[in-house]
């Protein structure tokens, strides 16, 4: 791991490998951190040069301060990729870090090449919706302040729970339930990432930073849209897994509305929120032709 101190004064920890062609920038989701990026990052080709941060509050990164919007973790990697002198790079966002990667390249947009979404938060956001006496969601009812999120007692408390309680046995049944649905990691690769799990400590603002991220040109029910999505120029390929149990297909095709034609969806067959375990190779072959 390196690290660079940024603007925001937050340290961001990193890992880097150093090709000699084209740059290409990961950016992970929520309940993970570079850690994750790990077998995609062997099993790229090693032409690529590879730069995977840590945001801030998660893995070996800073949480010096707290935020409310994803474009504020967008601001520690832009300064970031300033530090490093990445000027013509392509990007990678996964779920939550689809959302970061679209900030930047709509502020970055004559720097960044090509962008990829894989698995990603809609252009319109990641809704929480208040619950019924059975746990199910009251559809138009959305949890708005950060105190209503924190107690959450289906989406949220089960996994502030076990992260304060360093719970991995929870965590795991909840990744099992949504994220590794058919496919898990290799044994001892899991409990790295269980262990990774753990190291979040910014769950709440990440979720309420989702639910109020709006860059399209609608009101999410929460935010009027700010139309940023327009200013996403780079070529940019959407993928979606068939058996995603997290992020819906209609968020995709919300992306692919919202940016517009330079946006295309690809569907990866037999893979859920995690193309990285569930089927690697689709997903490798997928990136490398796109880029």
């Known amino acids: 791991m390196n690290r660079a101190k940024v603007k925001t004064g937050e340290d961001i920890a990193y890992r880097e490998s150093t090709g000699s062609g084209e740059k290409l920038v990961l950016i992970h989701g929520n309940m993970t951190s570079s850690k994750h990026w790990d077998i995609l990052m062997e099993n790229l080709p090693d032409y690529y040069h590879l730069l995977a941060p840590d945001m801030r509050g998660f893995g070996e990164s800073s949480y010096n301060n707290r935020f409310d919007s994803l474009e504020e973790l967008a601001v520690d990697i832009i300064d970031l990729l300033n530090q490093k002198n ?59 302040t950060k105190e209503e999120i924190a107690s959450d007692p289906v989406q949220v408390l089960p996994i502030l729970n076990a992260q304060k309680n360093n719970d991995k046995e929870t965590m795991r049944q909840i990744w099992n339930s949504l994220i590794y649905t058919d496919n898990q990691p290799e044994e001892e690769k899991y409990e790295e990432y269980l262990e990774d799990m753990m190291t979040q400590r910014n769950l709440i603002d990440v979720d309420y930073a989702l639910a109020n991220f709006n860059i399209s040109d609608q009101h999410n029910g929460l935010q009027p849209g700010n139309n940023r999505a327009k200013n996403i120029t780079a070529p940019t390929l959407i993928l979606q897994g068939n058996q995603d149990k997290v992020v819906p297909m209609n968020m995709a095709e919300a992306i692919k509305e919202d940016i517009g034609d330079n946006a ?25 032709k796109f880029l």
Not at 105 to 116: C, F, G, N, T
Not at 276 to 282: K, N, S, T
């Open 86 to 144: 990445f000027e013509d790079y392509n990007l990678i966002g996964w779920s939550t870090g689809g959302g970061v990667a679209m900030e930047i390249a709509a502020k970055k947009a004559d720097e960044v090449r090509k962008l990829i979404l894989l698995e990603s938060v809609s252009t319109r956001g990641y809704p929480i919706f208040k619950k019924d006496e059975n746990g199910q969601p009251i559809p138009g009812e959305l949890l708005k």
């Open 264 to 288: 295309e969806i690809q569907i990866l067959e037999n893979c859920g929120h995690s193309p990285l375990i569930d089927d690697l190779e689709q997903l490798v072959d997928a990136i490398t």
